[in-house]
């Protein structure tokens, strides 16, 4: 019997994520790989400066360097990409499902993105959610940033340490949420409360903010789903703050202990 055509795009999709690779640079970025063993490392290339600069997390990951001389050294990157000597070819972290990330904490902050595909912004959260405590930054499989070289740049070594899932629909993964008893915030400039005011009396509470993409900001069935819309306490309008910023002062305001 003949498979039905969505069984067999999804079949085609578990291949082409199983194969995929990502290509991490610049010396912060690959360190920090080389010392993560949940990270699957494929093949290093590095000049001899940066060898020399790499020595112990390269020991430390067991892994054997193809050292290239600098005039010679063409890594796959964009051109414009600022390597610093080294790149390292990886497989994709795997962080496991919703629930394994989110539980656990007593009062657990999660960060949702809706439509926020610039990898340089998700680099970014992802570094405030590690340096603010949230238990995991979350996105669409299809319009979110993947992981690339120039967000794990960005997130400074985040990326190793911070659970980022992608998942296949965000409105289900807010439900999910709710059913685990997370009080689900949607960001939104406009709200009559601030983040501070729905929280009040329920800190104790695990808590989701969910940011939409600078501009259209968060879809009409994001906006449905959330328990409620909330705008960050500031003098200006939200619409001029950067959505990275705009996570690190929501989870600070949304913060255990107030």
Request: proline share 6%; glycine share 8%.
């Given at each position: ?12 999709d578990?291949?082409?994520?199983a ?18 063993p ?19 997390a390269?020991?430390e ?56 595909t ?17 238990s ?16 794990a ?15 296949r ?20 400039g406009?709200?009559?409360q601030t ?17 939409g ?43 255990v202990?107030?």
């Open positions: 019997m003949k498979k039905p055509k969505w069984v067999v795009q999804k079949e085609q578990k291949k082409a994520e194969a995929q690779t990502v290509w991490l640079f610049g010396l912060h970025a690959v360190r920090d790989a080389l010392m993560n949940r990270r699957e490392k494929l093949q290093l290339m590095v000049t001899p400066n940066a060898q020399a600069k790499l020595e112990d390269i020991a990951a067991g892994i054997t360097p193809e050292v290239v001389d600098p005039r010679k050294f063409r890594p796959p990157l964009d051109p414009n990409s600022v390597h610093q000597g080294a790149v390292l070819e990886v497989k994709p972290l795997n962080w496991g499902k919703l629930e394994d990330v989110a539980i656990g904490d007593a009062a657990p902050r999660v960060l949702l993105l809706d439509r926020v610039d990898p340089h912004n998700v680099g970014a959260i992802l570094r405030s959610a590690e340096v603010l405590g949230a995991a930054v979350i996105g669409t499989r299809h319009h979110s940033a993947p992981e690339t070289g120039a967000l740049k960005t997130a400074s070594g985040a990326l190793e340490r911070q659970p980022y899932l992608r998942l629909n965000l409105s289900d993964a807010i439900r999910a949420l709710q059913d685990m008893g997370y009080l689900v915030l949607g960001l939104d406009e709200a009559t983040i501070e005011e729905a929280v009040e009396g329920r800190r104790d509470r695990p808590v989701a903010l969910v940011l993409a600078e501009g259209p900001g968060l879809r009409e069935k994001t906006r449905e789903t959330v328990d409620a819309l909330v705008r960050i306490d500031a003098a200006g309008g939200f619409g001029s703050l950067n959505v990275s910023n705009a996570a690190a002062i929501a989870l600070y305001a949304s913060r202990g107030g």
